[in-house]
């Protein structure tokens, strides 16, 4: 029986060659050289900690209950909004309108406004206080 016969169906194993391939090229002269890497740290083996349980987050609404269709949807079953959503809603508004006009006043358009209207403010008060010096002198 012939060698191919022995190894039909099977990969070849590679030759190994007589000597090591190194373990880097060779750097040519223009090549900048990296300084070798020194040995890290022996690092002890530790076990890995045990994760704690989780507590368990129970039904919504707390007490051992199952929460109501109010609870879940903001409205009761004849449709009427709840309190809570109600009040959540306006939070919700304020919250937004109030970011929103920090936001505008932040921006290079909102801060030329509150320049403008300092300098407005400030051009009132003037006039105002010219009228005021006039009618005190007749």
């Known amino acids: 029986m012939s060698s191919d016969e022995r190894n039909h169906g099977r990969i070849p194993e590679p030759e190994t ?4 391939a190194p373990d880097v090229t060779p ?3 223009a090549t900048p050289t990296v300084p070798d890497v ?3 740290p022996d690092i002890p083996d530790v076990p890995p900690a045990a994760p704690e349980p989780a507590p368990d987050p129970g039904p919504v609404g707390g007490g051992g209950r199952a929460p109501t269709i109010e609870e879940i ?3 009761t079953r004849d449709g009427v909004p709840t309190l809570d959503s109600v009040r959540e809603k306006i939070e919700h508004r304020s919250a937004t ?5 920090e936001l505008a006043r932040e921006s290079v358009s909102g801060r030329t406004l509150d320049d403008e ?8 008060a003037d006039k105002l206080a010219e009228i005021r010096r006039s009618l005190r002198s007749e």
């Not at 060659?17 to 090591?20: F, L, M």
């Not at 309108?97 to 006009?101: K, N, Y």
């Not at 209207?117 to 009132?124: C, D, I, N, T, V």
Request: hydrophobic share 30%; aromatic share 8%.
């Open 27 to 29: 750097a040519e002269p």
């Open 38 to 40: 020194p040995p890290s």
């Open 73 to 75: 949807t903001g409205y």
């Open 97 to 101: 309108a109030i970011g929103a006009e």
């Open 117 to 124: 209207y300092e300098a407005r403010q400030a051009a009132a």
């Open 17 to 20: 060659p007589d000597e090591p």
